[in-house]
C-alpha cells in the first residue's frame, strides 16, 4: 500500500495521493468559480442547479482527464461515450456558457496535474468577472424602447412626429403598422432607442401635443439587462 502511495505521479499513473488532491482542489476552485458567479449574477432567471452543476462539472472533468492518461485510445472511447448522451440544456446568456467553460478548464487542469495552472488561471477569471461587473464596460448610454400609438389616416402631422422622435432618439425603425376604425386611424409601432432615458416624460409630452395621436404608450428597458 505504502510502495502504491508513494508511486510517481504522471498522467498515465496518477497516485491515490494526486487523485484525491484533484478532486479536492477542484471541488475548491469552482466553488469559487460558483461563488463569482452567484455574487455577479444580474439576470432574471437564477438557477441553483446551474450553480450547483458547475462545482460537479469541474470535478468530472478531473476524472475523465485522468481516467484518459496519456492512451489516445482510451480518450477515443471516453469521447464515444460522450457522444450517446444527449446534452439539451439551452443556455439563453453568453455569460453563463462562460462560467461553465471555466469550470470545465479547472477540472481539466486539475485532471493533468497543472495545479498552479487551474489557480492561477481560476483567480484570473473570477478577478476579471469581479471587476467587469462593477465596471461601466460594455454598458450603453441609449436605451430601448417600444412606442406605440395610433393617429387619424387623414392628418399630416406624421412628419412633425418624426421631427419629434428625431430629436430625442438615436435612432428607430416603424416595427409595426395597421389599420384600425375601418381605416379611420393608423395604429404605428416603433423600435427606438432614446438617448437619455431621463427625456421620455418630454419626449412623451410633445408626442401627445398632437391632437390627431392618442393611445400613446412608452415601453422602455435598459439594453443591459436581457430577458
Known amino acids: 500500500m505504502l510502495d502504491f502511495l508513494t508511486l510517481q505521479t504522471t498522467t498515465s499513473n496518477p497516485t491515490l495521493i494526486s487523485i484525491t488532491y484533484t478532486v479536492l482542489l477542484s471541488f475548491l476552485l469552482s466553488s469559487l468559480i460558483a461563488l463569482t ?3 455577479t449574477f ?4 437564477y438557477s441553483r442547479n446551474y450553480v450547483q452543476s ?10 475523465i482527464m485522468q481516467a484518459m492518461g496519456d492512451n489516445p485510445l482510451r480518450g477515443l472511447g471516453i469521447l464515444g461515450a460522450l457522444a450517446i448522451i444527449r446534452f439539451r440544456t439551452v443556455f ?3 455569460r453563463d456558457i462562460i462560467f461553465m467553460f471555466a ?11 497543472g495545479y498552479a495552472i487551474a489557480i492561477i488561471g481560476t483567480l484570473g477569471f473570477c478577478g476579471a468577472a469581479v471587476v467587469l461587473y462593477f465596471s ?3 454598458k450603453t448610454r441609449y436605451f430601448d424602447g417600444l412606442l406605440r400609438f395610433n393617429i ?7 412628419t412633425y412626429l418624426e421631427g419629434i422622435m428625431k430629436s430625442y432618439c438615436k435612432n428607430f425603425a416603424l416595427i409595426s403598422l395597421r389599420e384600425m376604425a375601418q381605416g379611420e386611424r393608423i395604429d404605428y409601432a416603433y423600435h427606438i432607442k432614446l438617448k437619455n432615458s431621463l427625456t421620455k416624460d418630454n419626449f412623451i409630452n410633445e408626442i401627445r401635443k398632437l391632437s390627431s395621436i392618442k393611445d400613446v ?3 422602455l428597458q435598459e439594453t443591459t439587462v436581457e430577458l
Open 37 to 39: 458567479y452567484e455574487k
Open 42 to 45: 444580474c439576470g432574471l432567471s
Open 54 to 63: 458547475l462545482i460537479l462539472v469541474s470535478i468530472v472533468a478531473g476524472m
Open 92 to 94: 439563453k446568456d453568453p
Open 103 to 113: 469550470a470545465v478548464a479547472t477540472g481539466v487542469a486539475c485532471g493533468v496535474f
Open 136 to 138: 461601466p464596460f460594455g
Open 152 to 158: 387619424e389616416s387623414s392628418a399630416d402631422s406624421h
Open 217 to 219: 404608450n412608452l415601453l
